[in-house]
């Protein structure tokens, strides 16, 4: 790592304290934990990137202890809400805030944990009369509840609300919010395509016109002109066989109830495999593709990206693909790895007894994120067992505080974190986890990848967004949380010099970077750095894409894949 570590700049003691706040706020809430990150941000600024705290140090213990401590609150909420997937519901607690959101009600809502009942997006009176209508509930616990007529604020739409009162462990006193707001499940789009011959732009269209939004509203969202829809609405109604909007809403909508998984032709459940290690541990991995095929090892990120999209894994069989998935130590139901030990090596050598097992000789390796650096040891030490390396997003080591200031709020104040204060960085991914569960994995990703369009463009499709919330199973779900490995591989890309294993594998092992130029951890400025410094390495840009690039672009690397076994 060739950054800065200039002292510390003095801070009045007041400024020590407010930091200590904001810890064990997180401490007591992870919820507030981007609230630390904003505070961070701005009071420090890019000063923040080079800053160490060694006074932090004696606090992390009794922080963490909290941490310990906190259950988890709001799992009971998360599953009731769960039962919801196509109608927005919330849950609002004794103090008349959002306690819990399924991801409908932040689609059509925008409803966060914490909200008010006065920010819902109803005509203020009948906001009013649902904050009455709880306080009432509250007090008679009648089981049957109340239902409820409101007008949208924005468009006038009735909706109809129904508040239950529900009760878990750690609360008495909540209210279950379930309305009439619909969101488009996965499968919807499939199922119109198959039934009907819709194109995308015209399911596309058909989904906003079930939510209620009119003609010119569509076009603005789409950015095409009024008359242009109105033909591309002839055209739905023609081949739907309906003679109007009305008619087509009343076709789409029980399609939505009844549409298939978004991949009908796949597990649903991916299944997955042990293997005995050498050391008596155990590792998970899962296997997909043609199963005499080519082997590919997918190295999956420190988030676990362990399913493909459906389309993905069908083109996988199609190209004659065999797909090895590990999942390290420390996911799922991998154990994991001593604390004592290089935590590369190990992963390294655990995967070199799977290939082992699975008779694989050699294979190309395909890496997301900061697994290129796993993906990029192995090749160092086994290069006669790599035959090329394809990196989505791929990291680099980080060169100057300059590329650490143009990353977005959340990386760099990982990444830095990582770097300037190691100690601290335990506490600050499990407390980040702990918020992700609560939330939800949906609200974290909006969260951390927010700041790309196209990574939100992206995480839109449902086939992707399903591939994403699936795989991720093995790094966060209510019974596990992958933490520790997370703070380990972090700390590890941040404080150890692996950047010598790009000039060892130089000519061996060909590298290819496929980067989205919307990525917020590696924008475009620290990607043509990174070109200049690296000229072996074969980049691939793509202006459309930021760090979920392999969900828009799998199938170039796919192409390299097979272009590597000729």
């Known amino acids: 790592m060739h950054i800065s570590n200039r002292a510390e700049p003095s801070r009045p003691p007041d400024q020590d304290d407010d930091v200590l706040d904001r810890i064990y706020d997180v401490a007591l809430n992870p919820d507030r934990f981007e609230e630390l990150v904003d505070f961070w941000q701005s009071h420090f600024g890019a000063a923040a990137v080079a800053m160490d705290v060694p006074y932090l140090g004696r606090h992390m213990d009794r922080a963490e202890e909290f941490l310990e401590r906190l259950d988890d609150p709001m799992g009971e909420l998360t599953t009731v809400l769960s039962r919801f997937e196509q109608v927005a519901a919330f849950a609002i607690g004794a103090d008349l805030r959002v306690m819990q959101v399924n991801e409908a009600a932040h689609q059509k809502f925008a409803l966060t944990i914490g909200s008010s009942v006065k920010q819902l997006p109803f005509h203020i009176g009948d906001c ?73 732009a015209e399911v596309e269209i058909a989904r906003h016109l079930t939510m209620t939004t009119s003609l010119q509203e569509v076009a603005d969202l789409r950015g095409r002109a009024i008359a242009l829809v109105r033909t591309q609405l002839k055209t739905i109604l023609h081949k739907t066989e309906t003679k109007s909007q009305v008619e087509l809403v009343r076709l789409v909508l029980p399609i939505t109830a009844l549409a298939p998984p978004a991949s009908p032709t796949l597990e649903t459940n991916p299944q997955f495999q042990m293997l005995a290690l050498p050391d008596g541990r155990r590792l998970q991995y899962r296997t997909f593709g043609a199963r005499s095929g080519t082997p590919l090892v997918f190295w999956p990120s420190d988030y676990g990206f362990h399913v493909w999209p459906s389309q993905a894994e069908v083109a996988a069989i199609r190209m004659g693909l065999r797909v090895i998935v590990p999942v390290r130590g420390g996911y799922g139901a991998s154990d994991p790895i001593p604390a004592d030990v290089d935590v590369t090596q190990a992963i390294v050598q655990d995967v070199a007894h799977l290939l082992d097992e699975l008779q694989i000789d050699k294979c190309a390796h395909m890496a997301i994120g900061i697994d290129f650096v796993l993906a990029l040891r192995f090749a160092e030490q086994f290069p006669h067992r790599s035959r090329a390396i394809v990196a989505f997003s791929g990291v680099l080591p980080v060169h100057g505080d300059m590329q650490l200031a143009r990353m977005d709020k959340w990386h760099r104040f990982i990444l830095a974190t990582a770097h300037f204060s190691p100690r601290l960085l335990p506490f600050i991914v499990k407390a980040g986890f702990l918020m992700a569960r609560r939330q939800g994995k949906e ?107 392999f969900f828009r672009h799998w199938r170039v690397a796919l192409s390299k894949v097979a272009a590597s076994e000729k």
């Open 443 to 549: 609200a974290f990703v909006r969260a951390v990848f927010g700041g790309s369009r196209a990574d939100m463009d992206t995480f839109a499709n449902p086939g992707v967004r399903q591939a994403i919330l699936q795989g991720t199973d093995l790094t966060l779900s209510q019974g596990h949380s992958a933490h520790e490995m997370f703070a380990r591989l972090t700390a590890y890309q941040m404080t150890q010099d692996w950047g010598r294993w790009l000039t060892s594998v130089r000519g061996t092992v060909p590298i290819s970077f496929l980067c989205g130029l919307q990525d917020t951890q590696v924008p475009r400025e620290t990607l043509a750095e990174y070109q200049r410094a690296y000229p072996w390495i074969d980049f691939q840009l793509f202006p459309d894409a930021g760090r979920l690039v």
């Open 128 to 200: 009013d009369v649902i904050q009455h209508r709880v306080q009432r509930l509250f007090k008679s616990g009648d089981p049957q509840g109340c239902l409820l007529r409101v007008r949208g604020a924005d468009k006038g739409q009735i909706v109809v609300v129904q508040l239950v009162p529900i009760h878990t462990a750690q609360h008495e006193q909540l209210a279950l919010v379930t309305t009439t707001m619909l969101a488009w499940p996965i499968g919807v789009e499939r199922a119109l395509r198959a039934a009907f011959g819709l194109t995308t």
